[in-house]
């Protein structure tokens, strides 16, 4: 059995959570390409966007809170193949 192609991105997660002011968003791509970075409130809307170069192995960013209210996001990285998605929460 060999391994599947479509693990392009994985391993998502984000430190501090929750967070104050900004947190770490941390994952790893097997290959370099264009990531969808996204910001999503409990109804949806987004309420930020970036497109990242990611890098082979271990990528990272810095998200700040900037004019969010606190609550919890969903936050999610995307490309051609896959979305992850998980949930931090602005204290």
């Known amino acids: 059995m060999g391994f599947s192609q479509e693990k392009t991105i994985n391993t998502l997660s984000a430190a501090p959570n929750p967070f104050t002011n900004s947190t770490k968003i941390i994952f790893n791509s097997i290959n370099t390409s264009d990531i969808y970075f996204t910001?999503?409130?409990i109804l949806g809307?987004?309420?930020y966007k970036k497109t990242?170069?990611?890098?082979i192995g271990k990528n990272s960013l810095n998200f700040y809170k900037n004019?969010?209210?606190t609550g919890m996001y969903i936050y999610s990285i995307q490309?051609?193949?896959k979305v992850i998605s998980k949930r931090f929460v602005i204290k």
């Open 45 to 47: 809307k987004t309420v």
């Open 39 to 41: 910001v999503k409130n």
């Open 52 to 55: 990242i170069k990611a890098k």
């Open 79 to 81: 490309n051609k193949k």
């Open 67 to 69: 004019n969010l209210a």
